[in-house]
């Protein structure tokens, strides 16, 4: 059980519907499915009735959603217990950063801030944890793939790489490109997902009206998704910045000719724009246009 799972169970009985409950937690409806199933094994008992046309919360469910709200409540108040702890000043910001992002990108906007005058404190977390740190104040500043589905967020896009798509099959020293048509039809090796890429790539085969396959098993990292892709096991697609051996990576090509990317963007709350460092921060984590 983690909040993700108390996530979908609250966001199935607010809305009463598997497929607006998957959209409202920006993942597929299998995934929010097994999810509930999972949830309701390690319960003991089934949360919600399930009909051709409704989903209805059981009497157990009742009992649990309540509990399960009180639960994210409890989790909010602590972070936001932490953040009213942490005293600071207007010139350190705390930024929250997605696992996805490149160290190069990282390293160039540390450099930007401390000639900038600024203290950065990193810490590295999922992206379905950046929205709730920024709302209970345990971070300034997010950064993270796209989209950020928080309505209450501001965000501005930071950069952008190349998606590649990565395989058992060693390349020549120019290797051709790998059209995404083609991997439809195979096993396609996932993170959880929490980090994000797993959304990514979704909205990819979504977007092109294509049949995704994933793979039942999950890897905790994007090393291991390598690993496994290298393996055999199945195909994956990762960030040119993830990718240790290239001698195992093609560009990806859409329909249209063009190449997959992956787009990244700061997020932040409205409250963060009245700190006098505000725009120089912003200053810092802009202007890299790409990440090669």
Request: hydrophobic share 40%; charged share 25%.
């Amino acid at each position: 059980m983690n909040f993700q799972h108390l996530r979908f169970a609250i966001a199935l009985a607010e809305t009463g519907s598997f497929t607006s409950a998957a959209d409202q937690c920006c993942v597929t409806q299998p995934a929010l499915s097994n999810a509930i199933g999972q949830l309701e094994d390690e319960l003991g008992s089934k949360l919600f009735e399930r009909t051709t046309r409704s989903v209805k919360t059981t009497e157990f469910g009742e009992k649990m959603i309540t509990k399960m709200r009180d639960i994210v409540d409890a989790r909010l108040n602590l972070l936001t217990s932490a953040a009213d702890f942490l005293a600071r000043d207007d010139r350190t910001v705390r930024i929250g950063l997605s696992p996805l992002i490149s160290a190069d990108f990282s390293k160039a906007v540390l450099t930007r801030s401390r000639e900038a005058g600024l203290s950065i404190v990193l810490t590295e977390m999922n992206k379905a944890d950046i929205g709730p740190a920024l709302q209970s104040g345990t971070i300034d500043f997010g950064l993270g793939p796209t989209p950020q589905n928080d309505t209450n967020l501001q965000s501005t896009t930071i950069y952008s790489e190349p998606l590649l798509f990565v395989s058992d099959q060693q390349n020549d020293a120019r290797p051709a490109a790998q059209d995404l048509g083609g991997v439809s039809g195979q096993k396609v090796l996932l993170v959880p997902d929490d980090c994000g890429l797993s959304d990514t790539v979704r909205i990819l085969f979504r977007d092109a009206k294509l049949d995704l396959d994933e793979y039942e098993g999950r890897a905790l990292g994007y090393n291991v998704l390598e690993k496994w892709a290298r393996m055999g096991i199945g195909v994956t697609l990762l960030p040119m910045s993830q990718v240790a051996d290239e001698s195992f990576a093609r560009p990806l090509k859409l329909s249209d000719n063009s190449f997959a990317m992956i787009s990244f963007e700061a997020f932040w709350t409205v409250g963060q724009e009245e700190r006098k460092c505000f725009q120089t921060m912003v200053g810092c984590l802009t202007g890299f246009q790409r990440v090669e």
